[in-house]
């Protein structure tokens, strides 16, 4: 990260946005040292460090601290429950609820003063379901569970989201259908590991129709 850092200065290259998910300790620390140089971007966080009660393996309290410092620099943050949860040091083993996930957000966007939140994954029963904040309005989206688990589900939903954003859509109607491609995209994948992840792929002429209707309706 270093040298890519120092390539892009020599380039004097400026970023629309930027995007950060899952980081480890050392990029982490990165970031924390050099992410005031993005400030005229706009920043989604996706605090990636734990799900159903849980921190992932290698990761600590130090780290959630840590990450609490990086999100004061967010402007968007769309942690799943557990994550809103550590990082407002809240208890994490309590069931999903969609009134808690408004309660989090509202208050993840207090604290770390945020434009907008996205608390993702909540499951309820059969179905999955997000809540938005957004400048103070309060919303929800809710889908039908798939019956199938693949690894990288978040990491697919932030990006398209953000794509979205910078097409000029407003965040309700970005997560709508990025929740939808994720949906598409396990539709369209047959049988594989999966820890490889959806065949995102396949669903991407089925997002470049939907992007380009929303667009027109703009």
């Known amino acids: 990260m270093p040298e890519m850092l120092a390539q892009w200065r020599d380039l004097q290259l400026n970023f629309d946005a930027v995007y950060l998910g899952y980081l480890g300790h050392s990029v982490l620390d990165f970031w924390l ?3 005031a140089e993005f400030s005229k971007s706009l920043i989604l966080l ?20 840590k990450m609490r410092q990086l999100a004061e ?24 609820s969609i009134e808690e996930a408004k309660e989090l957000a509202n208050k993840l966007a207090e604290v ?8 993702t994954g909540i499951e309820l029963d059969e179905l999955i379901a ?18 199938r688990s693949f690894f990288g589900t978040g990491d697919l939903f932030a990006s398209c989201l953000l794509g979205e954003l910078l097409k000029g859509m407003n965040l309700q109607t970005a997560c709508a ?26 669903a991407l ?14």
Do not use: S
């Not at 460090?49 to 601290?65: C, E, F, N, S, T």
């Not at 620099?73 to 999903?96: F, K, M, S, V, Y």
């Not at 997000?130 to 019956?147: C, E, I, S």
């Open 33 to 35: 040292t050099n992410i």
């Open 46 to 65: 996706d605090p990636a460090m734990a799900d159903h009660g849980k921190l992932y393996r290698g990761l600590d309290a130090v780290y959630v601290k």
């Open 73 to 96: 620099h967010a402007d968007i943050l769309t942690p799943n429950l557990t994550e809103a949860r550590l990082l407002l040091d809240l208890p994490c083993e309590q069931a999903d």
């Open 112 to 119: 770390f003063k945020l434009k907008q939140v996205v608390i």
């Open 130 to 147: 997000v809540v938005g904040w957004d400048h103070g309005n309060t919303w929800q989206l809710m889908r039908p569970k798939t019956g």
């Open 177 to 202: 259908l990025a929740a939808d491609f994720i949906i598409e995209a396990i539709a369209k994948t047959g049988r594989q590991d999966p820890r490889l992840g959806p065949n995102a792929n396949l």
């Open 205 to 218: 002429p089925w997002l470049i129709r939907r992007v380009n209707n929303e667009r027109e309706r703009l």
